[in-house]
Antibody, heavy 115, light 109 residues
């Protein structure tokens, strides 16, 4: 069974930093493409970042230069380093994996940016 | 960036009725990389349909997807009480970026 478990969310002040982690199991982690998707309260999902199996990386324009995605295939873990956080970054952050046409999602971790 | 526009914003129906949800793309989307999700409060999105028309594992056959190019449809043949939720479409064929629609809420009339 595919499992994706996010952690690292919390309350942070504007301008602060957080590092999210996503522990994966139940599939060949190093093979698959992984994404971060976020969802602000009451809004639809918004794609944030993707890292492919061979470490090609893409970001949404809204986070480019502030967020850094990485993966540790030895630890089956995906990361999202978030710097210079803004109020508009407040959202539930989901770790997802893409295997052909199938996307699996974690349960998400809440990030709140507020003073 | 491909913009996905879902309609209607809210659908008010009774259990047992048929629901038809629409998703229109601003440019042509590969059907292979088009999906529908269901989301309930406090839960992650749940994959219903992938490849525009294939049901994900465990999804009842009352859910069906169709369409191609710029127009896609999710149909729910007979609404069950557990089907009242928010539904999102997604495309990822031209990613990045991956994009999602704004959602359709199916509520009990």
């Amino acid at each position: 069974e595919v499992q994706l478990v996010e952690s690292g969310g919390g309350l942070v002040q504007p301008g602060g930093s957080l590092r999210l982690s996503c522990a994966a199991s139940g599939f060949p982690f190093s093979r698959d493409w992984l994404h971060w998707v976020r969802q602000a309260p009451g809004k639809g999902p918004v794609w944030v970042s993707r890292i492919t199996h061979d470490h090609r990386i893409h970001y949404a324009d809204s986070v480019k230069g502030r967020f850094t995605v990485s993966r540790d295939n030895a630890k089956n873990t995906l990361y999202l380093q978030m710097n210079s956080l803004r109020a508009e970054d407040t959202a539930v952050y989901y770790c997802t994996r893409e295997y052909y046409e199938i996307w699996d999602w974690g349960q998400g971790t809440l990030v709140t940016v507020s003073s | 960036e491909i913009v996905l526009t879902q309609s209607p914003g809210t659908l008010s129906l009774s259990p047992g009725e048929r629901a038809i949800l629409s998703c229109r793309a601003s440019q042509s989307v590969s059907s292979n990389y088009f999906a529908w999700y269901q989301q309930k409060p406090g839960q992650a999105p749940r994959l219903l349909i992938y490849g525009a028309s294939s049901r994900a594992t465990g999804i009842p056959d009352r859910f069906s997807g169709s369409g191609s190019g710029t127009d896609f449809t999710l149909s729910i043949s007979r609404l069950e009480p557990e089907d009242f939720a928010v539904y999102y479409c997604q495309q990822y064929g031209s990613s990045p970026p991956v994009t999602f629609g704004g959602g359709t809420k199916v509520e009990i009339k």
